[in-house]
């Protein structure tokens, strides 16, 4: 399933798109919500992981404004916070869609929730 916590790692690979190729930009998404249980121990390790701006971006793709601009500081998040960043992370669900690649413009369908991210062989590099 597509949400923003693997959209976050998520880049084109594609022969020889090498730069520029993250984030995957969402076009015509469908989005559902859907209620994940609440680990705020979770959210606290997988912070440093985080591309903030790319989160932010697909975030403001999908429709949702919640989040800052910059993260916090670490050590100074608050409770409020990280029930934001568990809603955007978790409970964001593309459905339905495409994400396509700034560099190559490759397009990365969506469907049923499932991300088809398999290469035709001309664009495997190696």
């Not at 597509?2 to 976050?8: E, F």
């Not at 697909?58 to 409770?79: C, F, I």
């Amino acid at each position: 399933m597509v949400r923003l916590i693997t959209h976050n790692l998520l880049a084109c690979h594609v022969k020889g798109c090498t730069s520029n190729n993250f984030p995957l930009v969402f076009n015509d998404a469908q989005v559902e919500i859907r209620e994940a249980d609440f680990n705020e121990d979770f959210l606290r390790g997988f912070m440093p992981k985080i591309e903030w701006d790319a989160l932010v971006k697909g975030a403001k793709e999908l429709g949702d404004t919640s989040l800052p601009e910059k993260a916090p500081e670490p050590g100074t998040e608050t409770p409020e916070f990280f029930k934001t960043l568990h809603h955007v992370l978790m409970e964001i669900h593309v459905e339905e869609g495409s994400m396509k690649c700034p560099n190559c413009g490759h397009v990365y369908r969506i469907s049923s929730g499932i991300p088809n991210m398999l290469l035709a062989e001309h664009e495997i590099g190696k």
